[in-house]
């Protein structure tokens, strides 16, 4: 038998494809199966009728959720319209979807979801000359730029999750990002768009001559198709409401309530052409489906330089920000002291926030476009001599610069000009958002009223009035976001199971929409309307300009399927949220880890709040986060919001199937490899690997435990006999046919290669010799864990770490009384196992570690095992003295700087590809440092898990998956400079092997340490 690898095989992307997998992503529970054989008998995509689908569409990134009626995947505009045709000729709600990202509740409702992030993500044309791109509308956003950047030329709207949403989404929301004092909305890059519209029939809107509206319009009659009936209200809208609308919205650039007429005037002032296609950005679905998009570019600036200013309060940084508008800025952006206090915490920013002056409460971050270096800096100089006089900036300031009145405000300053410290200026921004976000209470801070909008200079008023409106209603938010353009997001806490949760939170929005409108702003200046909004904007625009969305809306829509209610509906804020006072939960079972840290498990079950940054893809949002939905290409159900969606949908009573149904493990649970992505990569920590193996466990318990779970998590027992064996079990394996037989009988994959086992184990060779470094020499002395693979299939592994460490100094023992960490039971959710192989280790251990000893794993899944997954089975100090003990090897030497003992040559480049749960654990730099002051020039991967996940990959009907995830791998060693890959995890290193960089397996980062040394 021999081993298949990407270039020999190419398993189905999709497992769903793979006969052995078996996964079709649904429930055999259909609703409606009249209408999926009629929708099937008309379009080429998928129909998906059934529980597991329509729960996945129930929700976004919002506080809302309802059933749909069924989804549809189109692949063609012809299938939109013949979805669209056919739900009108039987009056039934659509709407369309991109990523799923909106935080009003704009993708819930009770219609045919339309899911274009799955197959229409194409891009048409590129054309450089006229600075203008079409694409289809499932593309995002960053695949979009992408395809860009090439010509130097960008699509402006930059939503933080612009890697996640998607172009028909964007224009569906009106879209713009952080440097929206730079560029305009979606709407002003809208050229040409084709639609869908409500009866079916596709057309395309573009520029059209004013005159020529208005001569079309007046040729209206009875028998008038959509587009006429269309340019009639717009006609009118131009003619007659013009004073009103000047009058009544509100003079920002960031308004998206509402229909925006706004837009037109502008258009037909600037160029007296009119272009109908742009009153589709910001619809949110409600006018017509977008199938195709054609926006115009911006140059991506050759520079930008970044100034951190900073406050002793919040208000003060509220009045600096009309000033600092003065001087151009492409950005100034707020972070509170609720948002420094949580990055202060976090390990990746406290040391940046420790340098911020002592008593910094807030800070503006400014960021300038300029043409050089040299500008970047004049501009951050410029703006320090306005408002931070007396402070030495990097650039000098032009004799001319701008100068501003008003009390200065800022107390000091940070500057960035090269891109890494630039970058993590950003990234602190963003960091404590998601701490914010990751309370995992009743409590939680609720999107309802999070992106308001009012004038720079009402800030500071606007602020203080809502920090009493808070007092008031007894809660708090975080102030942060956008504040050049007035923008602030603010998320109360609230609980909105509690019986008054949901109507403080209908008061408070009450009360803040009075208040924007006091101070000339609008309700909503980023995300939309949504099921959260929409009902605020009567009171916004008044009846005048109310009736005329109506009468928009009635005119494109006329039965009003299209996502009704959103926009000029009738939606109630308080009805469909996803938590009320009727909310239940109930597992149905004891969980049997330590979930204190998570407010138990129902704590960490609700702790997802939608908001999509699982579902971003490999090629532009990197990390691990989540490996299945990147490798099926946007199935919902792969991702950990899929995941996590499903389980609280069950356990709440929301879905007919049970959580320990055959069915619902094998379509909903099994995908998920454990990896941890999740738990590092996701904003609040959604942990769904200790989840699942909650879930697994218990319906073990249920059903029992089946045969090859058993024989994997017997890994040490079944190693032990393959080396006892050897070299009978080696040659055995490779008898023809018996790659076949075991999958027959074992259900591992035929393609796989078995481990190659060796007698001379790491236990024996240690118990051979005598160790380089005597006790009473060494200042450390270590203990070196002879884990099955490494102990019965490597040794050699372990041969480099003890030699290593011995050239550092240490001395060392390989026990064999600790073998098996529990790492193979827990991965296959065998907790009764994996808890007693825990208690028996730490028993072996905490005296040892007690008398000066430490834990080193040269298998990273095995020290995270030490260190973290103990703590989840076990409790007590001697637990803990473990865990806290105990460290992988290559974390070991960077920890103790025991490679500053070490001498090392060499000049060689090589990839480096960390292992998933060392990643998610924030342990996987310390690889990358040693082996960089080694003397390796490190390429580090940006690389998800390898898609082995323990014995996952080796499971025949998790081979394609296994494959798909692996191929993301492959290609970025394919586009590595490095001349050899360095893996640390014995599972990556077998899907690695045989790929062109490697010459058999790829080596453990500690043997190119030890390849390095000069004894
Ligand atoms: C963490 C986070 C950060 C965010 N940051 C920003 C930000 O910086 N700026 C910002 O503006 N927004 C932001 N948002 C909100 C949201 O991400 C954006 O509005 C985004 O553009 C929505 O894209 P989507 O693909 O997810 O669209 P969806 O949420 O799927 O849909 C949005 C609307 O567009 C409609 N729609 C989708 N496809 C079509 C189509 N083909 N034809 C017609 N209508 C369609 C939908 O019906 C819906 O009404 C953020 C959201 C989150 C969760
Ligand atoms: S799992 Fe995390 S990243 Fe994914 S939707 Fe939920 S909260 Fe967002
Ligand atoms: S553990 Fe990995 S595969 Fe499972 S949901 Fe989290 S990121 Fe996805």
Redesign the pocket.
Same mark, same amino acid.
Request: proline share 8%; hydrophobic share 25%; glycine share 22%.
């Given at each position: 038998m021999s081993k298949t690898t990407q270039s020999d095989s190419e398993p189905p992307a999709d497992p769903a494809a793979d006969s052995r997998s078996n996964y079709d992503h649904r429930s055999s529970d259909v609703e409606e199966p009249e209408l999926v054989a009629d929708l099937e008998a008309l379009v080429e995509g998928e129909v998906r009728f059934d529980s597991y689908s329509r729960n996945l569409y129930a929700t976004?990134?919002s506080a809302y959720h309802q059933l749909p009626i069924g989804v549809v995947v189109p692949v063609s505009v012809a299938d939109v319209q013949a979805v669209m045709g056919y739900c009108a000729e039987h009056s039934i709600p659509v709407? &369309?979807?991109? +990523?799923?990202? /909106?935080?009003a509740g704009?993708?819930v409702n009770e219609a045919v979801v339309?899911d274009?992030?799955k197959e229409l993500d194409a891009v048409v044309d590129v054309d450089p000359e006229t600075g203008t791109v079409t694409a289809q509308?499932?593309i995002t956003?960053a695949r979009l730029n992408n395809h860009l950047e090439e010509h130097g030329l960008k699509y402006a709207?930059? &939503?933080?999750? +612009?890697d996640? /949403?998607?172009l028909?989404?964007?224009?569906?929301?009106?879209?713009?990002?952080?440097h929206s004092l730079k560029y305009e909305k979606a709407d002003g890059y809208l050229e040409e768009v084709e639609?869908v519209l409500a009866d079916g029939t596709v057309t395309t809107f573009g520029w059209m001559d004013v005159e020529e509206l208005h001569e079309r319009a007046a040729a209206v009659d009875g028998d008038a198709g959509i587009v006429e009936r269309v340019y009639a209200v717009v006609s009118d809208v131009l003619r007659n409401r013009t004073e009103g609308i000047e009058e009544r919205y509100p003079d920002l650039t960031r308004n998206?309530s509402g229909y925006n007429f706004d837009k037109l005037l502008e258009d037909v002032e600037a160029r007296g052409e009119v272009n109908v296609g742009r009153l589709?950005a910001g619809?949110?679905?409600?006018l017509?489906?977008?199938?195709e998009a054609t926006v115009s570019l911006e140059p991506v600036p050759e520079e930008t330089s970044v100034v951190l200013l900073t406050y002793d309060d919040v208000i003060s940084a509220m009045r600096d920000v009309a000033p600092i508008l003065e001087h151009d800025p492409a950005a100034v952006e707020v972070m509170d002291d609720v948002l420094l206090d949580l990055a202060r915490d976090t390990p990746e920013f406290s040391k940046l926030v420790g340098t911020l002056p002592e008593g910094t409460d807030s800070t503006l971050l400014v960021e300038f476009y300029a043409d050089s270096i040299e500008e970047g800096k004049r501009k951050v100089a410029d703006l320090l001599a306005d408002r931070l006089p007396g402070y030495e900036a990097t650039g000098e300031p032009a004799a001319d610069g701008t100068r501003t009145d008003g009390e200065i405000q800022a107390v000091d300053a940070l500057e960035a000009y090269d891109d890494d410290r630039q970058a993590k200026f950003w990234k602190m921004r963003k960091a404590g958002l998601p701490i914010l976000l990751s309370r995992t209470g009743d409590e939680k801070h609720w999107p309802f009223v999070e992106?308001t909008a009012v004038p720079a200079e009402n800030l500071p008023e606007y602020v203080a009035d809502i920090q009493e409106l808070f007092d008031e209603y007894d809660t708090f938010a975080s102030y942060y976001a956008?504040a050049g353009p007035g923008v602030l997001h603010i998320r109360p806490l609230l609980n909105l199971k509690a019986d008054d949760g949901v109507d403080r939170m209908l008061e408070i929005s009450d009360a803040i929409t009075d208040l924007v409108i006091e101070y000339g702003g609008s309700v909503s200046g980023?995300?939309?309307d949504?099921r959260a909004r929409t009902t605020w904007n009567k009171k916004l625009y008044g009846e005048d300009i109310w009736a005329s969305f109506g009468e928009l809306k009635a005119a494109f829509d006329p039965q009003g399927l299209l996502?009704p209610g959103?926009v000029s509906g009738d939606f109630d804020p308080t009805e469909n949220l996803r938590y009320d006072a009727d909310y239940e939960f109930d597992a149905g079972f004891s969980p049997e880890m330590n979930w204190d840290n998570e407010n138990g498990f129902q704590g960490m079950a609700e702790l997802c709040h939608g908001?999509?940054?699982c579902t971003g893809h490999q090629d532009t949002t990197g990390s691990i986060m989540c490996p299945t939905y990147r490798a099926t290409q946007n199935e919902e159900i792969t991702s950990t919001r899929g995941r996590a969606n499903m389980l609280r949908r069950a356990m709440s009573g929301d879905l007919p199937e049970d959580v320990f149904s055959e069915e619902f493990i094998h379509e909903v649970m099994d995908l998920c490899i454990g990896c941890k992505g999740c738990k590092r990569d996701c904003?609040s920590g959604v942990d769904m690997a200790k989840l699942k193996t909650e879930v697994k466990h218990e319906y073990h318990q249920r059903e029992g435990i089946p045969f090859r779970d058993k024989l994997f998590a017997n890994v040490e027992t079944l190693y032990g006999l393959g080396s006892a064996f050897a070299p009978v079990s080696n040659a055995a394996a490779k008898l023809p046919g018996t790659g076949l037989l075991m999958e027959k009988v074992l259900g591992i994959a035929r393609e796989r290669d078995l481990p190659t086992f060796t007698r001379k184990t790491l236990t024996k060779w240690d118990r051979s010799r005598t160790p380089a470094v005597s006790e009473s020499e060494a200042d450390r002395k270590a203990l070196v864990i002879a884990d099955p693979y490494t102990n019965y299939t490597q040794p050699e592994v372990g041969k480099a770490a003890v030699r290593a460490l011995e050239a550092a100094g240490v001395h060392v023992e390989v026990p064999d009384d600790v073998t098996d960490s529990g790492r193979p039971a827990h991965s296959k959710s065998l907790l009764d196992k994996s808890r007693a192989t825990a208690r028996a280790n730490v028993d072996a251990l905490a005296p040892r570690v007690e008398a000066g000893w430490d834990v080193v794993s040269v298998e990273p899944s095995d020290s995270v095992m030490y260190q973290n997954d103990y703590l989840d089975l076990l409790s007590g100090p001697d637990v803990e003295v473990v865990a806290e003990n105990a460290y992988s090897v290559m974390q070991y030497i960077d920890t103790f700087r025991l490679d500053e003992r070490l001498s090392t040559e060499t000049d060689e480049t090589i990839s480096y590809h960390g292992h998933c749960h060392q990643t998610a654990s924030s342990r996987d730099h310390h690889a990358v440092g040693v082996l960089r002051r080694a003397g390796y020039d490190v390429d580090v991967l940006d690389t998800t898990c390898c898609g082995m996940a323990g014995s996952f990959g080796y499971e025949a009907e998790h081979y394609s998956m296994s494959q798909a995830i692996g191929r993301m791998l492959f290609d970025a060693v394919e586009e590595s400079p490095g001349t050899e890959v360095t893996a640390p995890g014995t599972s990556c290193r077998s899907q690695l092997a045989g790929t062109d960089r490697t010459d058999g397996k790829p080596p453990h980062p500690i043997e190119k340490l030890e390849a390095a040394l000069q004894y």
């Open positions: 976004d990134a709407l &369309p979807r991109g +990523g799923g990202t /909106s935080l704009q993708t339309l274009f992030k509308p499932g956003l709207p930059d &939503p933080a999750w +612009g996640k /949403s998607v028909g989404g964007c224009i569906g929301n009106n879209t713009t990002g952080a639609v998206v589709l619809s949110e679905g409600t017509g489906i977008v199938t992106d956008h980023e995300h939309g949504g996502n959103n908001c999509a940054g904003p």
